[in-house]
């Protein structure tokens, strides 16, 4: 183990960086979840109706109508033909996270992900063991059995018991109940399976990683060659596996971070303090080059 690696998980890059720079994605996303959470909330809390409605379905200011596509698929395979407005909504929705990224949902507007992200702190901080990891595949089979659920039962199965939709009515009504879906979730995460409700069992994650499969918006390994390998952005990634194909590629190979499961939560990028790693468009395929392939490229320029 290297000394670097014994170091805390990103204080060579809050040394280099400076604090803010190396949490400013992390401090973005809060914001950003703080706000869609808020806009849901001006009405019921203080009256100001910009937004009517919940993650699940909505229009703001009364003319843009936007659908959870989810929602509109239980919806339809339900039995139930939506209105053109549910239509619309859901065709904005899926525009705008098959551009962005789906899981982009994930990391930036869900409110639960502020919940699993605690646990997982207090996991690493406690240096509890990793705990029982479900196939990643789970999570897709669970999103079948939802849409099958509510193809039997004539209903939007998954709202029911969605901990995201619970959590916005608690807020309004009284949480209640929702206390315990909370704790139990963060419990999960905590002591049960590292990082395993994100990452393992929400269907909404599944769905919106497949929306996201080709998506524009790409973290790259675009300095992979300047990595000296302190596993920080291992260590924070929610899901790490996606990282080694671009940072360990060869000169050649794309640096771009092409996984679905990629969240584009930007903690790579904070925790990195030689900055291998940025946020581009997925036909960016440049890459630093080694000094070996640099050299060789000017030998043969001058031949």
């Excluded at 009405?43 to 959870?68: N, Q």
């Excluded at 551009?99 to 990391?107: A, D, E, K, T």
């Amino acid at each position: 183990m290297s000394a670097k690696t014994r170091l805390p998980v990103g204080q060579e890059a809050i040394q280099l960086k400076g604090w803010f720079n190396a949490h400013r994605f992390l401090l973005l996303r809060r914001l950003s979840q703080a706000f869609f959470l808020l806009l849901f909330l001006l009405g019921p809390w203080f009256g100001i109706w910009w937004v009517v409605g919940t993650l699940a379905g909505s229009r703001t200011f009364e003319v843009l109508p936007l659908t959870d596509p989810l929602v509109l698929a239980q919806s339809i395979v339900a039995g139930h033909l939506p209105e053109v407005t549910a239509l619309v909504g859901a065709v904005i929705v899926l525009a705008v996270y098959a551009l962005i990224g789906g899981r982009v949902y994930c990391s930036w507007v869900c409110p639960i992900n502020p919940i699993t992200d605690a646990a997982h702190w207090l996991h690493e901080r406690l240096g509890l063991q990793k705990g029982w990891q479900p196939k990643r595949t789970t999570r897709f089979w669970i999103l079948g059995t939802v849409l099958l659920v509510s193809a039997i039962t004539g209903t939007v199965a998954w709202e029911l018991i969605n901990p995201i939709t619970m959590l916005h009515r608690g807020l309004i009504f009284g949480m209640g109940f929702v206390w315990a879906l909370v704790v139990a979730i963060f419990l999960f995460d905590l002591v049960v399976s590292r990082r395993g409700w994100c990452s393992h069992i929400c269907p909404v994650g599944a769905f919106y990683s497949l929306v996201g499969t080709k998506s524009v918006l790409r973290v790259s390994a675009v300095n992979r060659v300047d990595c000296d390998d302190c596993m920080d952005c291992y260590a924070v990634c929610p899901e790490n596996h996606v990282i080694s194909p671009a940072l360990k590629g060869k000169d050649g190979e794309t640096p771009l971070i092409l996984s679905p499961d990629c969240t584009n939560c930007g903690r790579c990028i904070d925790v990195c303090s030689v900055d291998v790693f940025a946020f581009t468009h997925r036909y960016d395929n440049r890459a630093k080059k080694t000094v070996s392939t640099a050299v060789d490229a000017a030998t043969e320029q001058a031949a």
